[in-house]
């Protein structure tokens, strides 16, 4: 418990489950946030780590950015996240079954769905052994094109303030990532008339988007920081943002897919210092998350209630992004001051 509490990211998390089955090879973490908003959502990422301590790490850093992304998205749910440590030989639908059973004993204080690494397979194995499976098929489905809708709304807002209108034809966009989010984010503001820049590490991925998308310039993924554009979107993974890397980028404006972008907080400083306007990742990609979570919705899953609040990020992003400069704070602080104003007040 004690070098527990000494992790940096434990952040009074209210509850860290072990995983550890041997016979399917499940090794992993279930963090568990903060439940003041109601029960905890959150995704299941599936990766290869170095280590129990770099998963445990990430549980935690992805729960506590899932209660601030319920908060701002204003749904009735609690942060949390579910990590499995993708090391193991062992066959998928053991091991997914095994980690279905762990999520059962939590009696639906976790809801959780589908996150990196994660294929519609897997969760069809934990959905057949658990009754707190979201995201599935039939009804929400993948949660990626909702996490680009967010980011596109959001990124309207950011447009809007700093060039005057939320026009997209015209201006240039790199995108850090042609995955799910990224690949979805990229035809949409292909479709306006942006012109964009796009990198990733998967070879398919970049042959995927040249061919539904033959003007779009590609660079390698070291170079993608450099390129000078308009708005710069990491659809990647995280710790996009530190001293090292902000000095190199040359853009106006930051609003992308990727959880945990900035590699500690005072990078939202240094962001805000160099005259870019960053848009908060858990704000930006909060679509996934109202899309998924509203299967647990009393009324039934209705996709014009998700619509309608996947758009409304973008009055929340203008929210931050005026109060950021009427104060002359970072839009990182901003929006965390927010979040806590909204999931604190219910304890």
Request: hydrophobic fraction near 35%.
């Amino acid at each position: 418990m004690t070098d527990l509490l000494r992790i940096p990211e434990f952040h009074d998390h209210e509850a860290v489950v072990y995983l550890n089955d041997k016979k399917s090879g499940l090794r992993g973490f279930i963090g568990i946030h903060n439940t003041n908003l109601g029960p905890a959502a959150g995704g299941t990422r599936y990766w290869h780590y170095t280590s129990e301590k770099d998963a445990l790490r990430d549980a935690m850093r992805l729960s506590r950015a899932m209660t601030y992304k319920c908060a701002l998205a204003r749904v009735p749910h609690g942060g949390a996240k579910g990590v499995i440590m993708a090391n193991s030989h062992h066959r998928a639908s053991e091991l997914f079954t095994a980690y279905a059973k762990r999520v059962n004993l939590l009696r639906g204080t976790f809801s959780t769905g589908e996150d990196v690494g994660l294929t519609p397979e897997h969760l069809r194995v934990l959905e057949k052994n658990s009754p707190y499976i979201i995201g599935r098929e039939r009804f929400a489905g993948n949660p990626s094109p909702w996490a680009a809708k967010g980011v596109f709304h959001a990124m309207r807002a950011a447009l809007e303030t700093t060039f005057g209108t939320d026009e997209i034809a015209g201006r240039t966009f790199a995108i850090k990532g042609l995955g799910k989010v990224g690949t979805v984010l990229c035809g949409m503001l292909y479709e306006r008339g942006g012109r964009i820049i796009g990198a990733d590490i998967d070879a398919a991925r970049v042959k995927s988007v040249k061919r539904k998308y033959p003007k779009v310039e590609i660079v390698s993924p070291k170079d993608i920081h450099h390129q000078r554009v308009d708005v710069f979107a990491p659809c990647a993974l995280g710790d996009e943002f530190s001293k090292k890397t902000i000095p190199q980028l040359r853009c106006q404006v930051v609003c992308g897919g990727a959880n945990n972008q900035l590699t500690t907080p005072e990078d939202g400083n240094r962001l805000h210092s160099w005259g870019i306007l960053y848009v908060p990742d858990y704000l930006a990609n909060g679509g996934g998350l109202i899309n998924v979570v509203a299967e647990l919705d009393k009324r039934g899953y209705s996709r014009k209630r998700v619509e309608r609040k996947v758009q409304g990020i973008y009055g929340t992003a203008k929210e931050i992004i005026q109060r950021s400069r009427g104060e002359n704070k970072p839009t990182s602080e901003v929006a965390d001051r927010l979040a806590e104003t909204i999931f604190l007040k219910k304890k």
